[in-house]
């Protein structure tokens, strides 16, 4: 049997993924041992009540609440704790005296990226952080490593679990949103408070990784547009299957170009989108996340799994730990990141895609020609039109003795959103315009 020497590991939190890191790392330690060359001691799990229940059973002399001397012990540093302090600060407390460290925090890194990555790189310490985005789904490494020699141009992202559950029920079971919401607290994916999932803000913090990491350029999460899935309706989700489409919360990260002065730029933004049911991502259903990359010279890849989970999350971190180890051991920089392409993340109005709008119009003479004049004047090109009639649906504004209404459905070549918006407050302040009903987003083609 081979000795090894062994590496101090340190482990900031015992929820549902430290917890199962823990123990993974005490079942798995040997396998783990002789893949990296060196053992892999867990001396210690800092948490705030060392009585806590957890959800494994761990020998109880690993636990503490002094994470800080905890930290100095250690070799490498998982944090796993959540939240932004006392995370930030152990992190970085471990980076400078010259641990690595493994975190799946992405909130801190959404927001303190910059700041830990710069202290890692002061020095020479590692941050590594491939359950931040994607849960079980290796993206962080594929981003940094293995698409490092070709141009992203773009992500397709279902990075949130929660709305994925609730979207897909609105759509195979044509539940409400009301109703998906409540299944999904029973069974445990949605939070108490659900705002992270369904306002999208879970969903950009990914973005804001998997943008930064692909584009080699810092996306603050300020900068990310962000609109979640509260608005959205069992009949637009009716209609869109019947159009083809699927309902998705997309993380979609971006590179543009100015039509203009022909700048390159990044486009960051969280936000429901109609995706053709031909797509890949059209088949990730229930809690499943994936992730869509468009590159120049790869072409497409899907990176497909759980996105959250205690068991599932903590193979991520386990991996980060085993490359972390392994530096250790064979000594070197480590993988290094560039954030050295500047590339700014450009206002939503800027951004081009097409739309799908769905009208209740006046049944009259001469109104397809009225709203088709509405596009032409703001430079937006109707791709396909489609007129049902329909019932009246609520009062038209005028003219007051038009009882019919008909619906169109308007699908658009690609448009700014500057120019789209214009159109829709347009169209929504013509007389021939009974009720704007739905404006979506048509991404993926
Ligand atoms: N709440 C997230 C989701 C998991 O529903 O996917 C953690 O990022």
């Not at 949103?177 to 029973?186: D, K, R």
């Amino acid at each position: 049997m081979i000795e090894y020497r062994n590496l101090k590991i340190a482990l900031l939190g015992a929820g549902s993924v430290g917890s199962r890191v823990a123990q993974l790392l005490l079942e798995h330690g040997d396998e783990l041992a002789s893949r990296v060359g060196a053992g892999l001691e867990l001396v210690g799990i800092a948490v705030r009540d060392v009585d806590a229940e957890r959800h494994v059973s761990l020998p109880r002399e690993l636990f503490t609440t002094d994470a800080e001397s905890l930290i100095l012990s250690a070799d490498i540093v998982i944090e796993l704790m959540g939240g932004i302090e006392p995370a930030r600060s152990y992190i970085l407390e471990a980076l400078n005296s010259g641990a690595d460290v493994v975190t799946g925090n992405k909130a801190l890194l959404a927001l303190h990226g910059t700041e830990l990555f710069a202290a890692a790189e002061q020095v020479g310490a590692q941050l590594y952080y491939e359950a931040a985005a994607g849960g079980a789904i290796p993206i962080i490494r594929p981003l940094r490593d293995s698409l490092a020699g070709d141009r992203v141009k773009r992500i397709l992202g279902i990075v949130n679990g929660t709305t994925n559950f609730i979207l897909d029920r609105m759509d195979v079971d044509g539940d409400t949103l009301e109703g998906a919401l409540a299944t999904a607290t029973a069974l445990g994916y949605a939070e108490a408070d659900p705002t992270a999932d369904i306002e999208g803000f879970d969903a950009a913090q990914k973005a804001a990784i998997l943008a930064r990491l692909a584009f080699h350029s810092a996306v603050p999460v300020e900068a990310v547009h962000r609109e979640g899935i509260t608005s959205i309706t069992a009949d637009q989700v009716e209609r869109a299957r019947r159009a083809g489409y699927v309902v998705k919360l997309l993380a979609i990260c971006e590179r543009v170009v100015d039509p203009v002065t022909g700048e390159e730029g990044i486009s960051a933004r969280v936000h429901p989108a109609l995706v053709s049911r031909l797509h890949p991502l059209a088949a990730v259903h229930g809690a499943k996340n994936a992730v869509f990359v468009e590159a120049e010279a790869a072409g497409d890849l899907m990176f497909y799994g759980a996105g959250a989970g205690g068991l599932e999350t903590a193979s991520a971190v386990l991996g980060d730990l085993v490359s972390a180890a392994r530096r250790h051991v064979a000594g070197g920089p480590g993988v290094g990141e560039s954030f050295t392409a500047y590339l700014p993340v450009v206002d939503i109005g800027k951004v081009q895609t097409r739309y799908q709008i769905t009208l209740e119009v006046v049944d009259a003479t001469g109104v397809l020609a009225t709203i088709a004049g509405i596009f032409s004047d703001h430079d937006v090109s109707v791709e396909t039109l489609e007129q049902s009639s329909a019932a009246a649906a609520g009062p038209a504004a005028s003219p007051a003795t038009v009882a019919e209404t008909a619906t169109l459905v308007i699908v658009t070549h690609r448009a700014s959103e500057q120019a789209l918006a214009a159109t829709v407050a347009s169209l929504a302040g013509n007389t021939a315009v009974a009720r704007v009903t739905s404006v979506m987003r048509v991404e993926g083609a």
